[in-house]
């Protein structure tokens, strides 16, 4: 017998095997929907459902001569089959068991993604839970901007890829559709029984209209899900890869014994891991675009679409599934480094509370223009010199005049940054 596939692996499910068994199942299951409507003897059906058969190879042989995929499939089972081979594929055509058995693929490959993700999910939340007060710096455009923690940073984390898990649950359903309706989708040879029941058996819903195929805006969105889910790996790679910078060294990639970081240069530890995904996901945006080609075709059908499909279906969904896997690793196994998070907050010397400085003094009564001037004026020379701006302040009559030396610990305290971190972890499901 054929090896099937048996929903571990991500390559299978685009292998020979695995396509002409799905194909197998659809021709025997449209018969035994024929048997049922009275169309094909039940001894023939029998013998279809007992003899029923392939081998690649052969198909293959076949299909040199043939130059027909499906033609070289349906010979060689015939071969098996014998006589009673002339009742299968009985007013079908190919589309209808390509794009029922692709489905069957898609839908095979994205129930693996969903796994995928989910590893992500509890990967990100072990680093969230962990590090939950950990501080460290926020920034906005690279730059020191206000203290975070690296909880925080890992719940949103957790908090994207629910939202990539209720993307590709909603690409499941788009995909999850076949069709048995002939030539041109008219259901001229075939009664809709047999599309219903074909659909049912394989846990899909019929088309409610087709031509000779799918619409390929269902596989558009689909691929377009995968590199949205992409991007969101890449968002995350490019997270730590620049964490990892030597300036910075707030976290690192997992480095194991043995592992060498440059030919030239034995101190180094490169995030390649992390340099992997980000090339990865442009890959898969590529596809998008060669999917979103594929959706305006001629009328009932060309085949300008199944080239392109052969290859990005497979590629897309075993390269994400790769990025995944390499991500929940990469996020499992991260050095991360408390520490040096401390040196890079107090890098600035307190220039980072310059908001609640703000904020209080615009409390107290000053100008909002009036505040932001004479805080900028410290944190500039603050940038400039080095000088704690918390000594800056405590030098200024003009603000002093204005806030008690003692409200001071308030406004360069962690705390004003650290108070909401319970209720956003329950906002996110942590």
Request: with cysteine.
């Amino acid at each position: 017998m054929i090896p099937r596939y048996t929903g571990k692996e991500m390559g299978a499910i685009w292998s020979d095997a695995n396509r002409f068994s799905i194909w197998l199942d659809i021709e025997i299951l449209a018969c035994e929907a024929m048997n049922e409507l009275g169309m094909i003897p039940t001894a023939d059906m029998n013998r279809i459902k007992k003899r029923a058969n392939f081998n690649v190879s052969r198909i293959n042989r076949i299909e040199e001569k043939t130059k027909h995929d499906v033609i070289a499939f349906l010979t060689n089972v015939a071969e098996y089959v014998g006589p009673s081979a002339r009742f299968i594929h009985r007013g079908l055509t190919s589309s209808d068991v390509l794009d029922t058995a692709l489905a069957v693929q898609m839908v095979q490959a994205i129930d693996i993604l969903i796994k995928d993700v989910k590893a992500v999910r509890r990967a990100a939340a072990a680093k969230a839970r962990k590090y939950k007060y950990t501080p460290m710096m926020g920034r906005s455009h690279g730059i020191h901007a206000e203290p975070i923690t690296f909880g925080m940073k890992m719940a949103l984390m957790y908090d994207e890829f629910g939202r990539a898990l209720t993307r590709l649950g909603n690409a499941r359903k788009v995909i999850a559709y076949g069709q048995i309706s002939g030539a041109v989708g008219t259901h001229a040879h075939l009664d809709p029984h047999v599309e219903k029941y074909v659909c049912r058996k394989l846990k899909l819903r019929p088309a409610a209209i087709s031509t000779q195929i799918l619409q390929r805006d269902r596989h558009a969105e689909y691929v377009a899900i995968l590199a949205l889910v992409a991007a969101s790996v890449e968002r995350w790679a490019v997270e730590f890869r620049h964490l990892q910078r030597t300036e910075v060294h707030e976290v690192e990639e997992f480095f194991s014994s043995g592992q060498k970081g440059s030919s030239a240069m034995p101190h180094k530890k490169n995030p390649i891991t992390g340099e992997k995904l980000t090339g990865l996901a442009r890959l898969i945006r590529g596809n998008m675009v060669a999917a979103m080609e594929n959706v305006a075709l001629w009328h009932e059908r060309d085949i300008s679409h199944s080239s392109v499909e052969r290859i990005i279906m497979p590629d897309s969904t075993i390269g994400l599934d790769h990025m995944l896997t390499n991500l929940a690793r990469l996020t499992k196994d991260l050095r991360v480094f408390p520490k040096r998070m401390k040196q890079n907050l107090e890098m600035t010397h307190g220039l980072v509370h310059s908001q609640q400085l703000l904020l209080t003094l615009t409390d107290s009564g000053i100008s909002r223009e009036l505040a932001y001037k004479l805080v900028q004026k410290h944190a500039m020379y603050s940038w400039e010199t080095g000088t704690p701006l918390r000594e800056l302040v405590e030098g200024d009559r003009e603000i002093m005049r204005k806030v008690k030396k003692k409200d001071l610990a308030k406004v360069f305290s962690l705390e004003t940054h650290t108070k909401d971190v319970d209720r956003t972890f329950k906002e996110v499901g942590l």
